[in-house]
């Protein structure tokens, strides 16, 4: 037989209908929702008189909205009320589990569905939401769809799909001290653009990413879509497997072995061919901090601000000058002397156990500076922030200067009331730098949470390697 | 789903690169429950001044391009989140065609959901529509897509590649999950081989049928 990638194993072990010149029908595994992009997908399944095939399969949050402060206080905002309500309604309705924001398991969808063992791998796994890439980086293939796709998934368990490319990125060489999961997959934005990996599904490999724990193979792999591909992808390993045992909704026993001797037929075929492929040398990379308004307008720490001028391309270069405009910034300024008025740790791509630690290590004993307005603290989830606590990293936070939050998307997307303010700058760990995404006028700057928590501290960005790294590695 | 066959109306220029669904309808207006009226919203923060008063510096405002249906923009139009609000405020603002260099995938899978239609061509081709839109005020364009061709006034004829059942569904305006329904056998058949229900080994902080039956 001849060779597969873990795309296209998964791809036929879910294969429901296939018809020359049409898309082909794909079973889904999980469907994960959220208050934010369902509540017209349930109105018009209702105005159609469908019903929700497989509830069982089906798993709700509320994320996008909800409050970080005090969730016992009543929820303000009228909109963000209805929504709850709508999704809390819809669920109850049709017999779809959810997460409500009162519930200890609560959290940012792409967070509590590995937390909770329903995302495994070799499952097809869907969400309204472009981040649901993150969970390819347990060897799922999962994507992002809009709400008629919501709709379509609700009534059929399916989706019509036409078949992907694939793109393999191979990452060589070994992480230096000071570089994170998130400087990993800024380089490959910066590498293969913004639009790089359209109509792709990625595969990262190489020892770049399997030295990862499952949390930085997330965080690559939640930045997938900023790639422009839909779907990112790693292969399960002992580093997957020994993260996904005791999890609530994992098998035990003699059925976690079958599982994993499952699992280990996924990883692609030596000698799989793949329509595109990228290789990454990381041994001398830098942390990266965007200066832009996508996430490809990237530089390292060390590096300026470029100058419009220098790109050859009359779009690109209109889009930089515009970019500078938006963000205030002058060209060949140093990163490093880039004040910062806000710093936001948390979301879908840096919010877990492990970002978590590694920014404290950074911050214990120290002080976020005076200029500093606000820095945030958000756990990605209830789960983490109760593991957190236990560890103490809340006291080393909040003894820093930073608010520690209840669980949610946040100073991310701004759908609640963390919102940066117009013309202010954010150091933050999320993952896009689009005009207006934290709030209108706010000028973001995405980093790594070590980088982040280092800015807080300095009051502008600095190379966190110049910190000692042995205190965050 | 409203049907697309040929349509002709008048283009309107955003001459910018990456322009994400963020900036389409920005994050408030995605509290919203319905799938209508999201036009106002389109391109809310570039499109308006404080107090919602039109900004006269965004291309779309000028008077020129008022009742444009047509949109000419730059490459990995749609790019970032999947909100389908995007298109949702793109098609209530009126308009029906969108010609890009490329557009970002899931944005691209949304629009032909709302029978809109995205036209890929190009970088050449997307430059010369720039130049006729700014030269010639009230300029138009006939897209015909059973045939897959461009037109406009000044005997400019380009043709475009779509993928042929996308061009089947939008001309009749199907349904997808009617489509889907017919294969409701296969779904059933699939379903028996390949139980896939999550099974639960711990208590985890959750409304479920189960508990609510307590």
């Given at each position: 037989m001849a060779t597969q990638t873990m795309y296209e194993k998964i791809w036929n072990a879910h294969l429901v209908h296939q018809e020359d010149g049409?898309?082909?029908?794909?079973?889904?595994?999980?469907?994960?929702?959220?208050?934010?992009?369902?509540?017209?997908?349930?109105?018009?399944?209702?105005?159609?008189?469908?019903?929700?095939?497989?509830?069982?399969?089906?798993?709700?949050?509320?994320?996008?909205?909800?409050?970080?402060?005090?969730?016992?206080?009543?929820?303000?905002?009228?909109?963000?009320?209805?929504?709850?309500?709508?999704?809390?309604?819809?669920?109850?309705?049709?017999?779809?589990?959810?997460?409500?924001?009162?519930?200890?398991?609560?959290?940012?969808?792409?967070?509590?569905?590995?937390?909770?063992?329903?995302?495994?791998?070799?499952?097809?796994?869907?969400?309204?939401?472009?981040?649901?890439?993150?969970?390819?980086a347990f060897g799922a293939l999962a994507f992002g769809i809009g709400t008629s796709e919501i709709e379509h998934v609700l009534a059929t368990q399916t989706l019509p799909q036409f078949k992907s490319k694939t793109m393999l990125i191979h990452v060589t060489?070994?992480?230096?001290?000071?570089?994170?999961?998130?400087?990993?997959?800024?380089?490959?934005?910066?590498?293969?653009?913004?639009?790089?990996?359209?109509?792709?599904?990625?595969?990262?490999?190489?020892?770049?990413?399997?030295?990862?724990?499952?949390?930085?193979?997330?965080?690559?792999?939640?930045?997938?879509?900023?790639?422009?591909?839909?779907?990112?992808?790693?292969?399960?390993?002992?580093?997957?497997?020994?993260?996904?045992?005791?999890?609530?909704?994992?098998?035990?026993?003699?059925?976690?072995?079958?599982?994993?001797?499952?699992?280990?037929?996924?990883?692609?075929?030596?000698?799989?061919?793949?329509?595109?492929v990228v290789e990454l040398e990381i041994s001398q990379l830098a942390p990266q901090v965007t200066w832009g308004t996508t996430p490809g307008m990237v530089a390292d720490v060390t590096g300026v601000v470029p100058d419009p001028a220098s790109f050859t391309d009359p779009v690109e270069r209109k889009a930089a000058e515009r970019a500078l405009q938006y963000m205030a910034l002058e060209p060949g300024t140093r990163i490093i002397d880039i004040s910062i008025d806000r710093v936001f740790i948390g979301s879908c791509t840096n919010s877990r156990l492990e970002d978590l630690r590694m920014a404290a290590r950074v911050v214990e004993g120290r002080r976020v500076a005076r200029t500093v307005k606000q820095a945030l603290v958000v756990p990605g989830s209830r789960v983490v922030k109760a593991q957190a606590e236990k560890e103490g990293l809340d006291r080393i936070f909040k003894a820093a200067g930073f608010e520690w939050r209840d669980a949610g998307?946040?100073?991310?997307?701004?759908?609640?009331?963390?919102?940066l303010p117009a013309g202010e700058r954010c150091a933050s760990t999320s993952n896009r730098n689009f005009e207006g995404r934290q709030g209108k006028g706010g000028r973001t700057h995405l980093v790594s949470p070590i980088m982040a928590a280092a800015a807080a501290i300095a009051g502008h960005f600095v190379d966190i390697r110049d910190w000692g790294v042995g205190q965050v590695e | 789903m409203q049907p697309f066959r040929r349509h002709t109306g008048l283009v309107a220029p955003l001459d910018r690169v990456n322009v994400d669904t963020d900036q389409m309808i920005p994050k408030q207006f995605c509290k919203l429950l319905t799938r209508e009226g999201y036009g106002k919203f389109l391109f809310y923060d570039w499109r308006y001044l404080p107090g919602e008063k039109p900004n006269p510096e965004f291309e779309l405002n000028q008077p020129r391009y008022q009742g444009a249906s047509i949109l000419l923009t730059r490459a990995n139009f749609g790019c970032g989140s999947s909100r389908e609000h995007a298109p949702w405020g793109v098609a209530d603002y009126g308009f029906r065609v969108l010609i890009a260099p490329s557009f970002a995938d899931i944005f691209y899978n949304n629009c032909f959901k709302n029978g809109l239609l995205p036209i890929t061509l190009p970088d050449e081709q997307v430059d010369e529509l720039f130049r006729r839109t700014y030269t010639h005020e009230g300029y138009r364009l006939t897209v015909d897509l059973e045939q897959q061709t461009i037109a406009d006034?000044?005997?400019?004829?380009?043709?475009?590649?779509?993928?042929?059942?996308?061009?089947?569904?939008?001309?009749?305006?199907?349904?997808?999950?009617?489509?889907?329904?017919?294969?409701?056998?296969?779904?059933?058949?699939?379903?028996?081989?390949?139980?896939v229900t999550p099974v639960q080994?711990?208590?985890?902080?959750?409304?479920?049928?189960e508990r609510a039956a307590d």
């Open positions: 049409q898309p082909s029908l794909i079973y889904i595994d999980r469907h994960l929702i959220h208050e934010g992009t369902s509540p017209q997908a349930f109105a018009g399944l209702r105005a159609a008189g469908r019903k929700v095939r497989r509830p069982d399969l089906t798993f709700a949050v509320m994320d996008h909205s909800v409050s970080t402060k005090d969730r016992t206080l009543p929820v303000l905002d009228d909109n963000a009320r209805a929504q709850f309500e709508a999704l809390w309604r819809n669920c109850r309705e049709t017999g779809v589990r959810l997460f409500d924001m009162h519930s200890r398991n609560q959290g940012i969808v792409h967070i509590i569905g590995p937390e909770l063992g329903l995302t495994q791998p070799g499952l097809t796994i869907v969400c309204g939401d472009s981040h649901t890439s993150t969970h390819g060489g070994r992480r230096p001290p000071g570089v994170t999961a998130k400087d990993i997959i800024l380089a490959i934005i910066r590498k293969i653009g913004v639009a790089g990996g359209t109509g792709h599904v990625i595969e990262y490999a190489g020892e770049g990413i399997t030295d990862l724990s499952m949390e930085g193979r997330m965080t690559v792999c939640n930045m997938s879509i900023e790639a422009g591909a839909r779907a990112g992808m790693i292969a399960p390993d002992d580093t997957t497997y020994a993260w996904m045992e005791g999890r609530p909704f994992v098998p035990r026993g003699k059925d976690f072995q079958l599982a994993v001797d499952y699992w280990k037929t996924l990883p692609s075929d030596p000698g799989a061919r793949f329509d595109t998307c946040s100073m991310c997307i701004g759908m609640n009331d963390d919102v | 006034e000044q005997g400019l004829a380009l043709t475009f590649e779509i993928d042929p059942f996308r061009k089947y569904c939008l001309l009749n305006g199907l349904d997808d999950i009617g489509l889907t329904l017919q294969h409701e056998d296969k779904i059933r058949a699939f379903e028996e081989k390949h139980p080994y711990e208590e985890v902080d959750m409304w479920s049928p």
